[in-house]
């Protein structure tokens, strides 16, 4: 926090956008903290605008983002077909992907834009699971919304005090989202069968690059 709170006294909202951008891009960089000491010195040295603030993390995170879903499309998607056999990633699993990502995709980012490490792959497991993109980028500019307005009127209303809570918030997050995602893979292994054939239904023509 402090290392990135001297860099932003020194180069204003450039650090906020490209650290936040970098990480939305698939780098895990402390975007949420950028966020947080960004709101932190607009409330008290008043050298930023808590607006501006805002709306740059909102921007880091869209631009991040996209570049993050067109890696995943472009690259991810094709690594996927090419060598997902390899690694157990059958024509059947690629489309159970990606199917969930189209009935879930925007609750899958939205979720995701809140926990630091999923933040960070959010787009790229979007763009390689060919969530289509009008919903992902609904998606995206929402999660941004809210994520950088929450966070740093939170930040800029509240100081110090909410640093200490939001690190309590991100760890039981954290926990929460470890177990959701552990229950989500036992069913998932358990139902594969049946969650494949609707995947199969949904998509039925083969998978190839678009």
Same mark, same amino acid.
């Given at each position: 926090?402090?290392? +990135? *709170?001297? #860099?932003?006294?020194? @180069? $204003?909202?450039?650090?906020?956008?490209?650290?936040?951008?970098?990480? &939305?891009?698939?780098?895990?960089l402390?975007?949420?903290?950028?966020? #947080?000491?960004?709101?932190?010195?607009?409330?008290?040295?008043?050298d %930023?605008?808590?607006?501006?603030?805002?709306?740059?993390?909102? =921007?880091a995170?869209?631009?991040?983002?996209?570049? $993050?879903?067109?890696?995943?499309?472009?690259? =991810?998607?094709?690594?996927l #077909?090419? @060598? $997902?056999? @390899?690694? $157990?990633?059958?024509?059947?699993?690629?489309?159970?992907?990606?199917?969930?990502?189209? &009935?879930?995709?925007?609750?899958?980012?939205?979720?995701?834009?809140?926990?630091?490490?999923?933040?960070?792959?959010?787009?790229?497991?979007?763009?390689?699971?060919?969530?289509?993109?009008?919903?992902?980028?609904?998606?995206?500019?929402?999660? *941004?919304?809210?994520?950088?307005? =929450?966070?740093?009127? *939170?930040?800029?209303?509240?100081?110090?005090?909410?640093?200490?809570?939001q690190?309590? +918030?991100?760890?039981?997050?954290?926990?929460?989202? %470890?177990?959701?995602?552990?229950?989500?893979?036992?069913?998932?292994?358990? @139902?594969?069968?049946?969650?494949?054939?609707? *995947?199969?239904?949904?998509i039925?023509?083969?998978?190839?690059?678009?």
């Open positions: 926090m402090n290392l +990135i *709170a001297h #860099l932003i006294h020194l @180069y $204003g909202l450039v650090v906020v956008a490209a650290v936040v951008g970098i990480e &939305c891009l698939g780098l895990p402390p975007g949420e903290t950028a966020l #947080l000491a960004a709101a932190f010195d607009a409330a008290t040295r008043h %930023l605008n808590i607006g501006a603030v805002i709306l740059t993390a909102i =921007g995170v869209i631009v991040g983002r996209m570049f $993050g879903y067109i890696i995943g499309r472009k690259f =991810g998607f094709w690594l #077909l090419r @060598y $997902g056999n @390899y690694v $157990g990633l059958t024509e059947g699993r690629i489309k159970l992907g990606q199917y969930l990502f189209q &009935c879930h995709g925007g609750k899958i980012i939205f979720v995701a834009q809140f926990a630091p490490v999923l933040r960070a792959f959010a787009g790229f497991l979007a763009g390689v699971n060919g969530m289509p993109w009008r919903k992902f980028l609904l998606a995206n500019a929402v999660s *941004a919304g809210v994520w950088a307005t =929450g966070y740093g009127y *939170a930040a800029y209303w509240a100081g110090r005090e909410f640093e200490q809570m690190s309590h +918030i991100a760890s039981y997050l954290a926990i929460v989202i %470890l177990v959701a995602l552990i229950v989500l893979g036992v069913l998932v292994h358990r @139902y594969e069968a049946q969650l494949i054939a609707k *995947a199969e239904r949904a039925p023509e083969p998978l190839r690059l678009s």
